[in-house]
């Protein structure tokens, strides 16, 4: 049986389980190198294999013997590009039986590709050390060795990956996985994908030009460019690429990015871009580009000393003061040709701050240098919640431009837990107002220079496009006499001419003043808002026509869809290219809702822009490899037909969370199980644990002095002579104080005995004594054990849990895999295309449950402003006094 090919979904899970073996040693900061490394190395052994059966297959066809062969195969010259050659100590095979000095195996193994692929890799391997002291140890061949068997199971073979650019996609993904983890550090490597996408659609590069970035990072920038061109329909064989980095580590995984990206023809360089930068043209000079992009460090020193090219900067900033901003801006606009372009990330304290980069800001303005500034949300980046702006610099017609274009867009933003995010409709917006440079209200404004020459160059985007909201209204009549403004309510017209009727529903006209409204009695109450809205015919009607709408225009170009998979017979242009069939299906959407007004054209096209990107790799796949059932998630296999497989470990996962919330909450402060589920804090377990510990050694104590005890006066009764011959000393001595059934009260026996043979001994008052304090011992002793068992009751069923949702996790794959063995194309080619409809309408419906929401939102803001009046407030103050002043009456203290 053929073995399905490697799904982009596949190729992460399995990397995020290589992942797992290092998290619990470092953090991800550290070891994303290792992660990045053995990937490589998996890589270029696999792809050394596929050529070299490439190379003896077509010497073979030439008749060449095999030692000729096994001379050819040694040729460091048949290995370029994304080929490298590969020793046989670096090779696969030999890395995956290292079991002793794993560490010293793997950096050998680096150090052998690099030393034979010297100038493509040259430093770039080598950096990576596996014996690299985290903290105060170093990883154990065990952990390095388990760690190589993760890759093992990776084949990374091109006839292995379900679409050509798979790997570059996984890539990407890590990079965003380790910055999503390293937290401020991540700042140093990554930016996010949304401020890229921004700056290379502003800059809009086109084939045969350059792009640079000085400040490379990962190489986000660069790969965005390539692809943008890709998108638009251009042929991006003929892109430059150039990129300079300083840190050593994220230069070495920007030149790996590049190479798993297919883009062996970058030109990125090692070194201080502001220092020293290092591309420079045939005659010594810098090199110029067409366009710039790049997101520097913000606000970090730099050192004038021996700054090579001081020529570059009109302006000099100070040292101190961490002023590098605009140094990194004059050093992009001294590298752009004449008719270049350049956007770049900056902090937002370069617009307004004075001395020497007012100064700059007014060379960049008089210049005409200086096209747009574009300010966005805060919290977008890693590290920092301070709000940027780009900068948008552009030589073509800079001695005629006479304005500048101010765009304020730091309000429309997604919030996300830990930052905000730019969705596809902000950049949409963002794009369009450029690209547009027109005037829009509370957005976007062609300022004249004259105008910042009298703000003396001043570019804080609020004093020229204040995109504050309005001031809440406040209805002086209706808050006293109740009602809600008409003027209020009109001016929710969105809503009014979407969902026919609410209007109506919600609101009635006052007999007494036509200005204002009532309420309606189906809103009773604040809460009852929600429910109303959401149940109404003209709410619901709508959407519904919408949708149809949708599912309208899926049908008619679902054939573009079904032609993207290889057919020999059907060579259409949106043939196997996904970017054509984005921008075909983009503008093809935009026109068949650009009529409605529920949605915005920017919510249009962002909604269906943000779908493609979700689906981006399974369009790949189709385009690729066709309709294969591996594209199906396991979900919906198990969903289709293992339900009560999914149940149950739906059923496991609520519970095992449900206890680790528990858990959780046990050990924070001032925790009461109030409800006695039997959880206690972890530092409660261990001083129970010592108090039981303390307990049970205190009641064994006392049985012993008991036995001894009790021993003592029977043998007393015995020498009196006063012992009946019936009596037996098991009986009064040991029988009920074993270990395993201690009843204290037994002592009473040998007590009872003594009085009859009118014994008095000194051993009595000890019995007595022993019983009472090993009695107590014994029973706190058995309440402390019972407040842990429950405890470890439910540590046990912790454990019991993740046991069974690790079998259940085994079983699932196994099930998928013999059930995806049983679908065909023809039949995987159903389930996918009405997965792809079903996403796209849950797409649009989350939008239309957006804009519900905020109906619903201004409707409860009209009530809690006016449902209840200022004399309501006061009758109720008044009969409040009232009663406060009977109870000071009855107790009183007032006559």
Known sequence: MTLAKLTLTRLENLLLTACDDLRGNMDASEYKEYIFGMLFLKRASDLFDQRCE?????????????????????????????????????HWSAVKHLKENVGTGLNKALEAIEDNNIDALQDVLKGINFNRKIGQRTLDDDTLADFIQNFEKIPLRDEDFEFPDLLGSAYEWLIKYFADSAGKKAGEFYTPAEVVRVCVEICDPQPNMSVYDPTVGSGGMLIQARDYIRECGGDDSDLSLYGQEKMGTTWSICKMNMLLHGISHADIRQEDTLKNPDHLAENGELKRFNRVVANPPFSQNYSKKDMKFPGRFAVSMPEKGKKADLMFVQHMLSVLKADGKLASVMPHGVLFRGGEEREARKYFITKGYLEAVIGLPGNLFYGTGIPACILVMNKAGAAERKQVLFINADREYKEGKAQNFLRPEDIDKIVHAYREGENVPAYARLVPIDEIAAEDYNCNIRRYVDNAPPPEPQDVYAHLHGGVPSTEIDALVHFWDNYRGLRENC??????????????????????????????????????????????????????????????????????????????????????????????????????????????????????????????????????????????????????????????????????????????????????????????????????????????????????????????????????????????????????????????????????????????????????????????????????????????????????????????????????????????????????????????????????????????????RDQAAEELKAFLVELGYVV
């Open 507 to 876: 609101f009635i006209p006052r007999a007494s003043n036509a200005k204002y409204h009532d309420f309606s009695e189906a809103i009773a109450d604040k809460r009852e808002i929600a429910a109303q809205v959401g149940a109404f015919s003209g709410v619901i009607e709508r959407q519904q026509t919408f949708m149809q709408q949708v599912e309208v225009w899926w049908q008619e170009n679902l054939p573009f869809i079904a032609a993207l998979a290889p057919d020999p017979e059907n060579q259409s242009e949106l043939r196997g290219n996904v970017y054509a069939l984005r921008r075909a299906l983009l503008k093809s959407i935009g026109i068949a809702l650009g009529g409605q007004n529920l949605l915005t054209d920017y919510q249009v096209r962002g909604a269906f822009a943000n779908y493609i990107n979700l689906l981006k790799a399974d369009l790949k796949s189709i385009a690729a490899s066709g309709w294969g059932p591996e594209l199906i998630p396991d979900h919906d296999i198990l969903i289709s037909q293992f339900p009560e497989v999914l149940e149950k470990m739906q059923q496991n996962s609520a519970r095992l969370a449900e206890l680790q919330a528990l858990f959780a909450v046990a050990d924070e402060d001032e925790f009461d199980d109030s409800e006695e589920t039997g959880v206690l804090p972890g530092s409660e377990v261990k001083s129970l644990k010592e108090e039981l510990k303390n307990l049970n050694a205190d009641w064994k104590a006392q049985l012993k002095t008991l036995k001894a005890a009790a021993s003592d006066i029977f043998t007393e009764i015995k020498v009196s002579g006063s012992l009946p011959k019936s009596a037996n000393k098991n009986y009064y001595c040991v029988e009920g104080f074993g270990l395993q059934d201690v009843v204290f009260a037994n002592g009473q026996r040998i007590l009872d005995l003594a009085q009859q043979a009118g014994l008095q001994s000194e051993w009595m008052n000890i019995v007595e004594q022993a019983m009472e304090a090993g009695q107590l011992a014994k029973t706190l002793a058995v309440a402390v054990e019972k407040r842990l068992e429950a405890h470890k009751k439910l540590e046990d069923e912790a454990k019991a849990l993740k046991a069974d949702i690790r079998a259940i996790e085994n079983k699932q794959q196994e099930l998928v895999e013999q059930a995806r063995a049983n679908i065909s194309n023809d039949e995987a080619r159903v389930v996918i295309i009405e997965r792809l409809r079903q996403i796209l309408m849950g797409t649009y419906q989350a939008y239309l449950r957006a804009d519900q929401r905020q109906c619903v939102a201004a409707i409860e803001n009209l009530w809690s402003k006016y449902a209840v009046t200022a004399k309501q407030i006061e009758a109720e």
């Open 54 to 90: 490439q190379l003896r297959k077509e010497l073979q066809e030439k008749g060449l013997t095999e030692a000729d062969i096994a001379e050819e195969l040694k040729d460091l010259d048949n290995f370029s590009g994304k080929y490298f050659y590969v020793p046989p100590q670096a």
